[in-house]
């Protein structure tokens, strides 16, 4: 089944530890997105990538950095530097362009919790 | 800069009624689409419905169906029949259709926690 993956489900993290969540894809979409999600708020765009070897910073691009090297996957690293990293993190990926209405399909997310 | 605003951060519905939660928007686009997703407790994002902005007739899904007020910039989403598997949180989102080459995201609103009563 097509579909996006997301792992590890659950993640502790000690302060100071770098931290990278896995994104996998095989719909064969082109967009790729990643959006954390915090108690009572909407999503909020992190970072997202159109094209392999490509990605742009979102609204909260800092702490945070990607890599875009194969089509199916958009693995996001948490650094140190981000200052509250305890969060869901939730990645996405749709049809680019006018081929599609934008309509995003969702992995089952992330839980980090930083101790 | 474009917004979307849920008014309502909790609405509860006994079960097999209906209800309709709420969302305005704020644009000068003339053309963009305006969507409804579903967030249950296991947290996967579930679009629920969809509508595009030049059409006239409201979209439905089943049970789900969308009063969309263009004027008013106004979207809401009507549940009937509330079913238990219901509860979820809902988040509603917009976007404009750009070309090829651009990017484009959807802007989000902070959602409504539906609550169905047995």
């Known amino acids: 089944d097509g579909g996006i993956t997301q792992s590890p489900k659950y993640l502790f993290r000690k302060e100071g530890q770098n931290v990278t969540l896995s994104c996998e894809q095989n719909?064969?979409?082109?967009?790729m997105y990643w959006y954390r999600q915090d108690p009572g708020q909407g999503l909020r765009l992190i970072y997202y990538?159109?094209?392999?070897?490509?990605?742009q910073k979102g609204d909260i691009a800092e702490g945070y950095s990607v890599s875009r090297e194969k089509k199916e996957s958009f693995p996001l690293t948490v650094t140190s530097a981000q200052k509250n990293p305890t969060a869901f993190y939730l990645c996405?990926?749709?049809?680019?362009?006018?081929?599609?209405?934008?309509?995003?399909?969702f992995g089952e997310g992330s839980r980090l919790t930083v101790l | 800069a474009q917004t979307v605003t849920q008014s309502q951060p909790e609405m509860s519905v006994q079960e097999a009624e209906t209800v309709t939660l709420s969302c305005t928007y704020d644009?000068?686009?003339?053309?963009?689409?305006l969507f409804w997703y579903k967030q249950p407790p296991s947290r996967q994002m579930i679009l629920v419905i969809r509508?595009?902005?030049?059409k006239q007739q409201n979209a439905t899904e089943n049970r789900f169906s969308v009063n969309f007020q263009k004027a008013a910039k106004s979207f809401s989403l009507k549940i009937s029949d509330s079913q238990l598997g219901d509860a979820a949180m809902y988040f509603c989102?917009?976007?404009?259709?750009?070309?090829?080459?651009?990017?484009?995201?959807?802007?989000w609103g902070a959602g409504t926690k539906l609550i169905i009563k047995p």
């Open positions: 996405a990926s749709s049809i680019r362009g006018q081929g599609g209405t934008g309509e995003l399909f």
């Open positions: 719909l064969n979409h082109d967009a």
């Open positions: 990538s159109q094209i392999v070897n490509d990605f």
């Open positions: 644009t000068s686009e003339s053309d963009y689409y």
């Open positions: 509508q595009e902005a030049y």
């Open positions: 989102a917009y976007r404009t259709p750009l070309p090829m080459d651009s990017n484009y995201q959807l802007i």
